[in-house]
């Protein structure tokens, strides 16, 4: 029997900000109370980091959010990559160069001057993403791969989700297509509050496929106004093997580069408590 093709709407910008204010008011009370309960009722629920944060989150499956944040981490210098996904969809397996084990539910490597860790085990969502280890000492970046949909990160209480809330800036990855651009308005709408950088991947803006660029809705355009709106050249190996203990594109890091800059310029990395 053929199945019939059903066109699926498209969602809007203001049903995306409706949906995350019902949240917020408490519509959802019975479910967000027994997750709420279950999550505060530990003691070590919270987490209040001591370095400077910065969440990385993709905006449309695919785009390359994992290696934006290992190359933003190169970047920096001494620092972390925290990848919050499920074991089972993990983009760093194979990234480090050396494998230092299990820690407190995360696996960790290293790659040159910046650690690796994943957690170990298969997560049901993000309020299960296991604290990250203390980094006594540490003063570099902690780099956030944020892993799931975000409106799935900011539907239930988890520490990660207030790292999202309450960080002084946010990379936003996406790729450079009509539906990528779209998936962006929306990640800007739901975090219309906070302070984004935007890395589009993908070829230079002059050869974009036609439409892509006319999709941009206002708040990217107010986005790319600022210049906060980074175009990241793709490349051809890394979409096919992933991130490798190989070193990544020149072109890649110089690109991180940058958009570690307008993350310091807007918010200059001190983190969310001075």
């Known amino acids: 029997?053929?199945?019939?093709?059903?066109?699926r709407p498209v969602v809007r910008v203001e049903e995306?900000?409706?949906?995350?204010?019902?949240?917020?008011?408490?519509?959802?009370?019975?479910?967000?109370?027994?997750?709420?309960?279950?999550?505060?009722s530990a003691p070590d629920a919270a987490w209040d980091p001591a370095e400077a944060v910065l969440p990385v989150i993709g905006c449309i499956g695919g785009a390359g959010a994992t290696t934006t944040a290992v190359a933003i981490a190169q970047q920096a210098g001494a620092s972390r990559v925290l990848e919050c996904c499920s074991a089972t969809a993990s983009g760093l397996a194979a990234a480090a160069h050396e494998e230092l084990g299990r820690q407190g539910g995360w696996n960790v490597g290293r790659r040159e001057r910046v650690t690796l860790q994943r957690p170990a085990g298969v997560l049901l969502g993000p309020?299960?993403?296991?604290?990250?280890?203390?980094?006594?000492?540490?003063k570099g970046l902690t780099v956030l791969d944020v892993g799931w949909e975000l409106g799935q990160v900011l539907s239930l209480p988890s520490w990660l989700g207030d790292q999202l809330l309450h960080a002084p800036?946010?990379?936003?990855?996406?790729?450079?297509?009509?539906?990528g651009l779209r998936r962006l308005e929306g990640v800007l709408a739901l975090l219309e509050s906070t302070h984004i950088v935007a890395a589009v991947i993908g070829p230079r803006r002059k050869r974009w496929a036609p439409g892509v660029a006319a999709s941009m809705g206002r708040l990217t355009s107010d986005l790319d106004d600022a210049r906060n709106l980074v175009e990241v050249p793709s490349d051809k190996t890394l979409a096919a093997h992933g991130?490798?203990?190989?070193?990544?594109?020149?072109?890649?890091?110089?690109?991180?580069?940058?958009?570690?800059?307008?993350?310091?310029a807007g918010t200059t990395m001190k983190g969310r408590h001075e």
């Open 16 to 40: 995306l900000k409706r949906a995350w204010q019902a949240v917020q008011s408490g519509q959802f009370s019975t479910t967000r109370g027994q997750q709420e309960s279950k999550t505060t």
């Open 127 to 138: 309020a299960e993403v296991p604290l990250p280890l203390m980094s006594p000492g540490q």
């Open 243 to 264: 991130v490798e203990p190989t070193p990544l594109p020149p072109a890649l890091l110089n690109a991180a580069g940058h958009l570690l800059r307008l993350t310091e």
């Open 169 to 179: 800036t946010v990379v936003a990855v996406t790729a450079a297509t009509v539906p």
């Open 1 to 7: 029997m053929n199945a019939q093709t059903v066109a």
